[in-house]
């Protein structure tokens, strides 16, 4: 995605990186970098609104269930995996 202004940090690297925003996942210099571009760029700020707002309501709707231990494991595991950029167990296998 890009707004089709010029910024110090392209709109897909900060949309990239918003649930890491979102949750304090990042050090200091990356959240002020993230920070400056939605001062600047009202697109990012919107979605920024509208991911803030969701995150919001599921933790009003779920904030007391407790996920299984086995699903809890499953996601920490594919989040692993995708950091790694290793293929995902859903996604085929290209041969070169």
């Given at each position: 995605?890009?707004?089709?202004?010029?910024?110090?940090?392209?709109?897909?690297?900060?949309?990239?990186?918003?649930?890491?925003?979102?949750?304090?996942?990042?050090?200091?210099?990356?959240?002020?970098?993230?920070?400056?571009?939605?001062?600047?760029?009202?697109?990012?700020?919107?979605?920024?609104?509208?991911?803030?707002?969701?995150?919001?309501?599921?933790?009003?709707?779920?904030?007391?269930?407790?996920?299984?231990?086995?699903?809890?494991?499953?996601?920490?595991?594919?989040?692993?995996?995708?950091?790694?950029?290793?293929?995902q167990?859903?996604?085929p296998?290209?041969?070169?």
């Amino acid at each position: 995605m890009s707004c089709g202004n010029h910024h110090d940090t392209d709109c897909g690297e900060v949309l990239d990186h918003l649930y890491e925003f979102l949750d304090n996942e990042m050090g200091e210099d990356d959240y002020a970098k993230l920070r400056q571009h939605f001062d600047e760029c009202s697109p990012c700020l919107q979605k920024y609104g509208l991911e803030q707002a969701i995150k919001a309501l599921v933790k009003r709707s779920c904030g007391c269930d407790t996920a299984p231990s086995d699903l809890r494991g499953k996601v920490l595991a594919r989040i692993e995996r995708i950091r790694a950029g290793l293929p995902q167990e859903d996604e085929p296998v290209q041969q070169t």
